[in-house]
């Protein structure tokens, strides 16, 4: 069979079961061995099997779960809580502080876990805490869900951690390529939120109880330690003393030894910190397996010869060819979550962009960019889902949907100057690896 009618009936019978509702995981897995037993006969099945143990024995994924635990340590024991209050306190004077505090956690948090824990701990503490200070809807649910996508991008990005694994690019140079992207994105929203309401103060009151110095001092000791294990974390990965998954080891930690000293350690803590980090890992080891089969399956039939074959025989500039990407990812994101887009397509465009002579350490960039916009795209956004989730009775899914435009222009604004300035994303790795 040829490696055309291959293709077809893979990325065919892949997206008619994803459009079932079959899970990522499954179905990645499921066509990808329907077609090798059609195909090679029973005997190649044995590929599952060596396939799956290889990718739950490999050391380097001890990473994930590591992230995880730290920054569910971090979560459920309030930590996060009290930082945005302490946060609160230091810019209360600021107009519209509060969402810039609820941006500042959400950096912070993704600098700790991931993705999840600023949308589910801001949406429940900090929107609630905006609409009492009659702060404007769009402003308080747009700057909370933006402040969470911040996760996607700024290491240590699970998303970043499984799209290194399955491009086979190197995980601490993608972390280090993601820190000026990801603190731009960050700077975009806070510039953007403090003009808004400097010019609008009607978004954003003054806060109607007194701060004092004693209050903001004594809050200290809750900004101080989460922000202590960020910079150990992260500056041991940037400053080559540490590899990621040492590091993560160190801050899973690190955010124990935090419980400890803040008094914030139970039996309902602990147990809470290891289910979801175990649930989550199951569902990112899951994917991993039929991915890697998907892949491996694809690259035995000839799929690099093919896409060096259709690129060259096309003829079209490179970067049109990079734009069609760019625009198939954002299609691909409103209708797909991240897991599946990454699985899907990062073995096939990655291989692609090396053709076409593009750094592979830039385009992932762009492509995880891209990945951040499709958290806050509807319909299918799971940002805009998790705060449904959380967000008060009165927040309607139209009040969420209308209050992300303008940080979604700020995500491709951002794409956008990453294309046309490639070292806004090598810089940082090309000096420090």
Same mark, same amino acid.
């Given at each position: 069979m040829s490696i055309?009618?291959?293709?077809?009936? #893979?990325?065919? &019978?892949?997206?008619?079961?994803?459009i079932l509702g079959i899970p990522v995981a499954f179905a990645l897995g499921g066509i990808t061995v329907l077609l090798t037993y059609l195909m090679e006969g029973p005997t190649s099945l044995f590929i599952v099997a060596t396939t799956t143990y290889k990718q739950i024995t490999d050391p380097n994924l001890i990473t994930i779960p590591l992230f995880l635990l730290m920054g569910n340590?971090?979560?459920h024991s309030g930590i996060s809580d009290r930082m945005f209050k302490s946060l609160g306190y230091w810019l209360s004077g600021i107009r519209g502080g509060l969402a810039v505090v609820s941006i500042g956690v959400c950096v912070a948090l993704a600098m700790c876990g991931g993705f999840g824990p600023g949308i589910l701990t801001m949406g429940l503490i900090a929107v609630p805490a905006m609409l009492k200070q009659s702060y404007d809807?769009? #402003?308080?649910? &747009?700057?909370?869900m933006a402040g969470g996508v911040l996760g996607e991008i700024i290491p240590p990005s699970i998303i970043m951690i499984i799209f290194a694994y399955i491009a086979r690019i190197s995980i601490g140079k993608l972390f280090l390529a993601g820190v000026v992207p990801g603190l731009l994105t960050a700077f975009l929203y806070l510039f953007y939120v403090m003009v808004r309401c400097h010019i609008q103060p009607e978004l954003a009151p003054p806060l109607k109880d007194r701060v004092t110095w004693a209050l903001r001092l004594?809050?200290?000791?809750d900004?101080?330690?989460?922000?202590?294990?960020?910079?150990?974390v992260l500056g041991s990965i940037f400053l080559g003393i540490a590899t990621p998954t040492e590091a993560a080891g160190v801050g899973a930690t690190g955010a124990f030894l935090i419980c400890i000293f803040?008094?914030?350690?139970?039996?309902k803590v602990m147990w809470e910190s290891c289910r979801q980090t175990m649930s989550i890992t199951g569902m990112v080891f899951w994917i991993l397996i039929g991915a890697t089969l998907f892949s491996v399956f694809y690259t035995s039939q000839g799929a690099q010869s093919l896409v060096t074959e259709l690129i060259s025989d096309l003829g079209i500039n490179r970067w049109i060819v990079l734009g069609a990407m760019q625009l198939i990812l954002l299609i691909l994101g409103m209708f797909m979550d991240d897991y599946a887009v990454v699985t899907v397509c990062a073995?096939?465009?990655v291989p692609i962009a090396i053709v076409l002579g593009f750094d592979p350490i830039w385009y992932s960039i762009l492509f995880i960019l891209n990945m951040q916009v499709a958290y806050l795209t509807p319909p299918f956004g799971w940002a805009l889902i998790m705060m449904k989730?959380?967000?008060?009775?009165?927040?309607?899914?139209?009040h969420i949907w209308q209050s992300v435009p303008p940080f979604v222009i700020m995500q491709l604004a951002v794409l956008v100057l990453v294309m046309i300035f490639p070292q806004l994303a090598l810089w940082l790795p090309e000096r420090m690896m």
């Amino acid at each position: 069979m040829s490696i055309e009618m291959i293709t077809l009936l #893979l990325f065919g &019978g892949l997206m008619a079961l994803l459009i079932l509702g079959i899970p990522v995981a499954f179905a990645l897995g499921g066509i990808t061995v329907l077609l090798t037993y059609l195909m090679e006969g029973p005997t190649s099945l044995f590929i599952v099997a060596t396939t799956t143990y290889k990718q739950i024995t490999d050391p380097n994924l001890i990473t994930i779960p590591l992230f995880l635990l730290m920054g569910n340590f971090l979560l459920h024991s309030g930590i996060s809580d009290r930082m945005f209050k302490s946060l609160g306190y230091w810019l209360s004077g600021i107009r519209g502080g509060l969402a810039v505090v609820s941006i500042g956690v959400c950096v912070a948090l993704a600098m700790c876990g991931g993705f999840g824990p600023g949308i589910l701990t801001m949406g429940l503490i900090a929107v609630p805490a905006m609409l009492k200070q009659s702060y404007d809807k769009s #402003l308080a649910l &747009g700057s909370v869900m933006a402040g969470g996508v911040l996760g996607e991008i700024i290491p240590p990005s699970i998303i970043m951690i499984i799209f290194a694994y399955i491009a086979r690019i190197s995980i601490g140079k993608l972390f280090l390529a993601g820190v000026v992207p990801g603190l731009l994105t960050a700077f975009l929203y806070l510039f953007y939120v403090m003009v808004r309401c400097h010019i609008q103060p009607e978004l954003a009151p003054p806060l109607k109880d007194r701060v004092t110095w004693a209050l903001r001092l004594s809050s200290l000791k809750d900004i101080l330690l989460p922000a202590l294990l960020i910079v150990l974390v992260l500056g041991s990965i940037f400053l080559g003393i540490a590899t990621p998954t040492e590091a993560a080891g160190v801050g899973a930690t690190g955010a124990f030894l935090i419980c400890i000293f803040l008094k914030k350690l139970s039996w309902k803590v602990m147990w809470e910190s290891c289910r979801q980090t175990m649930s989550i890992t199951g569902m990112v080891f899951w994917i991993l397996i039929g991915a890697t089969l998907f892949s491996v399956f694809y690259t035995s039939q000839g799929a690099q010869s093919l896409v060096t074959e259709l690129i060259s025989d096309l003829g079209i500039n490179r970067w049109i060819v990079l734009g069609a990407m760019q625009l198939i990812l954002l299609i691909l994101g409103m209708f797909m979550d991240d897991y599946a887009v990454v699985t899907v397509c990062a073995p096939i465009f990655v291989p692609i962009a090396i053709v076409l002579g593009f750094d592979p350490i830039w385009y992932s960039i762009l492509f995880i960019l891209n990945m951040q916009v499709a958290y806050l795209t509807p319909p299918f956004g799971w940002a805009l889902i998790m705060m449904k989730g959380v967000a008060p009775a009165n927040i309607s899914t139209r009040h969420i949907w209308q209050s992300v435009p303008p940080f979604v222009i700020m995500q491709l604004a951002v794409l956008v100057l990453v294309m046309i300035f490639p070292q806004l994303a090598l810089w940082l790795p090309e000096r420090m690896m």
